[in-house]
């Protein structure tokens, strides 16, 4: 679907929607079309208790020919609601009426409201994922869809940044939803490489280089599969002069999680292809960063790997020496994303030396457990940057919700035969316990978050932004974060 941009209406479309707020109060749009149908619009709307409330609809039609042949009415909810967030919900809306009524081509009427952010709840709410599909004959898809304000050029410029946002989200998204088959350690790697055309540099380390290197930890868990595990580094310098990296995004790439020896039930086991999510947010973040150039320097880490069991699967009660040197005694084969992310977050630090490093990762069923799929749960060492992230939720509306750190939680994690155990094999604090054993791997004086998403990555049903499968949640939080506090 293309958005486009225009000071007045123009004949290409087949229908206008306009805006009337709660308790019928009608948008300027609405008021003229209003008048010049003698009050019989806010009549109509009058009689089929049309209210207002955002999301609900009303299609106003006339017999007779005249200037405005089919005129959708949305709801757009309280007149004082000017938050980011409450914008895009009417974008969304806005789509979902074009689509109920099968319009390949729609204008909206923007007035007061913020074009550009009802052209990206439009087009974020358009995303699909149906490459399988061999009948897709009702597949219905809007082409054009025309956004009337004012300073149309001014909208269009602010679009620009938001087409970048809604690039790297559907990116996201597209990872996590495609099978484990398809999207192995590889393909994951060639997928980021591919992005190198919007001026991102990419490197790809194979499981010989990693073995040089010592990521002993990723290589344990990635030993048992028959697709070979790659790491991937993504920089964007958005300012060149400067040669320090600012911040430091790692990535949980888990491609399908099986539990390995610790195997998980059958049960449900299909969704595990969704285990690389975290990377994928990264991948889309780094995306929309060299999309709409970003003044910034960021590191993108994707951590990629198979958790499979087989005759070369580790097991349960191994001990592994990490990148950072910390032996770890593996408890539960099925805990492997802390040990995939321990290498990754020690590289990162010890080559980026950014001051601020931040991972996601669907990395515990316990925070599905205390936050179910409301918020991710968000765990940080540093007051200013937890506080940071927070805003950055509130206003993408990507909820977080900050859980603790502490030294009963370190102790935990302590191994009576190694340094560290990825598991307690107890059900008490899970998410804090991984969070904890993470933190066994950030340097003194460096900020840093860990972010748990494995509650919110999926939509269990479609909702008003996407539908049922991946959300492609983080790369809003993370954008927003990083343009509110690290760009230049």
């Keep these: 679907m293309e958005i486009l941009f225009k000071q007045k209406r123009t004949s290409t479309t087949e229908f206008?929607?306009?805006?009337?707020?709660?308790?019928?109060?009608?948008?300027?749009?609405?008021?003229?079309?209003?008048?010049?149908?003698?009050?019989?619009?806010?009549?109509?709307?009058?009689?089929?208790?049309?209210?207002?409330?955002?999301?609900?609809?009303?299609?106003?039609?006339?017999?007779?020919?005249?200037?405005?042949?089919?005129?959708?009415?949305?709801?757009?909810?309280?007149?004082?609601?000017?938050?980011?967030?409450?914008?895009?919900?009417?974008?969304?809306?806005?789509?979902?009426?074009?689509?109920?009524?099968?319009?390949?081509?729609?204008?909206?009427?923007?007035?007061?409201?913020?074009?550009?952010?009802?052209?990206?709840?439009?087009?974020?709410?358009?995303?699909?994922?149906?490459?399988?599909?061999?009948?897709?004959?009702?597949?219905?898809?809007?082409?054009?869809?025309?956004?009337?304000?004012?300073?149309?050029?001014?909208?269009?410029?602010?679009?620009?940044?938001?087409?970048?946002?809604?690039?790297g989200i559907h990116t996201a998204r597209d990872m996590v939803n495609e099978p484990s088959n398809v999207m192995t350690p590889i393909k994951a790697a060639e997928r980021a490489s591919e992005l190198s055309k919007y001026g991102l540099s990419v490197e790809v380390y194979d499981e010989k280089a990693l073995a040089s290197k010592g990521f002993n930890l990723m290589l344990a868990v990635a030993k048992g599969g028959i697709n070979p595990p790659r790491f991937v580094v993504i920089q964007w310098k958005g300012v060149p002069e400067d040669k320090s990296t600012h911040a430091v995004l790692v990535g949980k790439g888990v491609c399908f999680d099986s539990g390995g020896i610790s195997l998980k039930p059958a049960n449900g086991m299909e969704d595990m292809k969704e285990d690389l999510a975290g990377a994928a947010t990264v991948l889309g973040t780094m995306q929309t960063l060299a999309m709409r150039k970003a003044k910034v320097n960021i590191v993108g880490i994707m951590a990629l790997v198979e958790n499979i069991p087989s005759d070369k699967s580790q097991h349960p009660g191994d001990i592994v020496t990490s990148l950072s040197g910390k032996t770890v005694e593996v408890i539960n084969t099925d805990a492997e994303g802390r040990l995939v992310l321990g290498d990754a977050l020690w590289y990162a630090q010890e080559r980026f030396k950014a001051p601020i490093v931040i991972d996601l990762a669907t990395l515990t069923g316990a925070i599905i457990i205390a936050l179910g799929s409301e918020y991710a749960g968000l765990f940080a060492n540093d007051d200013e940057l937890a506080k940071s992230l927070e805003q950055a939720a509130t206003i993408t509306d990507e909820k977080v919700w900050r859980l603790p750190l502490c030294k009963a939680f370190d102790d935990m994690v302590v191994s009576q035969i190694a340094d560290i155990r990825n598991s307690t094999n107890v059900r008490d604090a899970g998410s804090c316990t991984a969070a904890a054993f993470l933190k066994n791997f950030i340097k003194d004086g460096v900020k840093w978050a860990h972010i748990d998403i494995a509650g919110v990555t999926m939509a269990k049903k479609d909702n008003i932004f996407c539908p049922k499968g991946s959300s492609g949640f983080g790369v809003q939080l993370l954008n927003k974060y990083i343009e509110q506090n690290l760009e230049k």
Excluded at 112 to 120: Q, Y
Excluded at 130 to 158: H, I, P
């Design 16 to 167: 206008l929607i306009v805006g009337v707020y709660e308790n019928d109060v009608l948008s300027e749009t609405a008021r003229k079309i209003d008048a010049y149908f003698k009050g019989n619009l806010m009549k109509a709307l009058v009689s089929a208790s049309f209210k207002g409330k955002l999301g609900q609809s009303y299609l106003f039609t006339s017999l007779e020919e005249n200037e405005y042949p089919k005129v959708l009415c949305l709801g757009l909810g309280k007149q004082d609601d000017k938050t980011e967030e409450h914008m895009k919900e009417i974008g969304a809306h806005a789509y979902k009426l074009t689509a109920l009524h099968k319009a390949t081509s729609v204008s909206f009427a923007c007035d007061t409201l913020k074009a550009e952010l009802i052209g990206f709840g439009a087009k974020i709410t358009s995303y699909k994922f149906n490459k399988y599909k061999t009948d897709v004959k009702d597949d219905f898809s809007v082409s054009e869809f025309y956004l009337l304000t004012k300073d149309f050029r001014t909208a269009q410029a602010e679009y620009e940044k938001y087409f970048a946002l809604n690039k």
